[in-house]
C-alpha cells in the first residue's frame, strides 16, 4: 500500500478521536451552564439522608454507577451498588427506608429499573434520578432529576453511549465533591479510606511504624572510644550512632560525615572519645510524630539520620532515609 492510502487513514483516527473529545467536552460543559437547583436539593436529600446510598443502572450507566458508588464511599458517604436486574430477584432486600437510591438511566425508560422503583418508594426511601429526559417515566418518579441530556452522542452513528455516559459520569463526580466539601471531609478521612494508597502511607504511618529500635539500634556511652563507635556504626548499618548517658539519655550522635571529618584531622581512633568529636544535642523526633515530619525534617535540616526520643529526651530508636523510602513515604 502506497503512503498516501496510509497517512488519509491516519488523518481520519485523528479527525474522529479530536471529535469524540470535542463532543464530549462540549457535553459537560452544558452541564455546567445547565447546574441549577435540583443539584442543591439532591445533595441536601442525600446529607439528610439516615441511611445510605444506593446507586442502580445497567448497561453502560451501570458501570457508571458503579463508579460513583465506589467514589461516594471512598469520600465519606456510605453508599453500595446495586445492579437493577439483581435488585428484582432478591437484591432489593438490601435497600430500607432510610437509604436514597439513585438511578442511572439516559432514556429515562429502562424496564429493570422502572420495574423497582414502586417497590423502593413504597419502602420509604427516596428516589433521585439522572436521565437525558425529564419527561421520561424515570425523571416523573423521581423525588429529585438531574439533567444529563446531551445534544449528541460522540459515536458517528449517534448511538453507541459516549458522550452521555461521560455527563453522566462528570455529574455523579460533582455531586460526590459536592457531597465530600459539604461532610467537611478532608485528607486525614481520606487517607483512612486510602490506607494502601501513596497519600494514606503518608498520612497514616508515624515514626514508630518505621524506626530502628532494640538490638538494631546502634548506641555507645559518652565514654566509649571512637574506634568503639566505629564498630557500632558498622555493625548497625544506619550510618551513625547515637551517643547515650545514665537512663539512656541522648547526649549526642557521632555520623559518616563526622567520620571523615576525623579521618581528614588526623585522629587516632584508639584513644579519642566520641565525646570528643560528636554533635552535641541533635534534632530528634517521638514516635509518634508522622513519619512525613520526619521526612521534612530531614530535608530542612539536610541530615540523612534522626534520632527518637521520647518526651523526657531518652533514646528509643532511630530512622534514616532509607527507612522512609522502604515505608514509601518518601
Known amino acids: 500500500m502506497s503512503s498516501a492510502p496510509i497517512a488519509a487513514a491516519h488523518a ?3 479527525a474522529l478521536a479530536r471529535r469524540v473529545l470535542i463532543v464530549e467536552a462540549e457535553a459537560v460543559q452544558t452541564l455546567a451552564e445547565r ?30 454507577g458503579r463508579k460513583f458508588a465506589a467514589t461516594l464511599a471512598s469520600t465519606g458517604t456510605p453508599a453500595y451498588f446495586v445492579h437493577a436486574a439483581e435488585a428484582a430477584h432478591g437484591d432489593l432486600g438490601m435497600i430500607t427506608a432510610d437509604d436514597v437510591l439513585v ?18 418508594k413504597r419502602q420509604g426511601a427516596r428516589l433521585i434520578a439522572l436521565t437525558g429526559n425529564p419527561d421520561s417515566p424515570l425523571a416523573r418518579e423521581a423525588d429529585v ?16 453511549p459516549t458522550a452521555s455516559t461521560t ?36 498520612l497514616l504511618t508515624h515514626v514508630f511504624d518505621v524506626m530502628r529500635s ?14 568503639d563507635a566505629l564498630m557500632e556504626m558498622t555493625r548497625a548499618g544506619m550510618g551513625m550512632t547515637a551517643i547515650i548517658g545514665e537512663n539512656d539519655q541522648i547526649i549526642g550522635i557521632y555520623t559518616d560525615g563526622d567520620l571523615r571529618r576525623s579521618l ?34 530531614m530535608e530542612r535540616l539536610r541530615i540523612s539520620q534522626l534520632l527518637v526520643a521520647d518526651p523526657e529526651g531518652r533514646l528509643v530508636g532511630a530512622l534514616n532515609h532509607h527507612d522512609l523510602m522502604l515505608a514509601k513515604v518518601i
Request: glycine share 10%; proline share 4%; aromatic share 4%.
Open 214 to 227: 532494640g538490638d538494631a539500634l546502634p548506641r555507645v556511652g559518652e565514654d566509649a572510644l571512637l574506634g
Open 12 to 14: 481520519r483516527v485523528i
Open 35 to 64: 447546574l441549577d437547583e435540583t443539584f442543591t436539593q439532591a445533595v441536601d436529600m442525600i446529607l439528610a439522608s439516615k441511611g445510605r446510598v444506593i446507586v442502580s443502572g445497567i448497561g453502560k450507566t451501570g458501570h457508571i
Open 264 to 297: 581528614a584531622s588526623g585522629c587516632n581512633f584508639s584513644t579519642a572519645r566520641v565525646a570528643d568529636v560528636m554533635k552535641r544535642g541533635p534534632r530528634t523526633i517521638q514516635a509518634s510524630a508522622l513519619a512525613v515530619e520526619a521526612a521534612e525534617m
Open 167 to 202: 455527563a453522566a459520569l462528570a455529574l455523579t463526580d460533582a455531586l460526590a465533591v459536592a457531597l465530600l466539601d459539604a461532610r467537611g471531609f478532608g485528607p486525614n478521612d481520606f487517607a483512612r479510606s486510602h490506607p494502601g494508597g501513596a497519600l494514606g502511607r503518608r
Open 103 to 120: 438511578a442511572i438511566s439516559y432514556s429515562g425508560s429502562s424496564e429493570e429499573l422502572l420495574k423497582i422503583v414502586p417497590l423502593v
Open 145 to 160: 432529576h438531574l439533567n444529563g441530556a446531551v445534544r449528541e452522542e460522540a459515536c458517528p452513528l449517534n448511538l453507541a
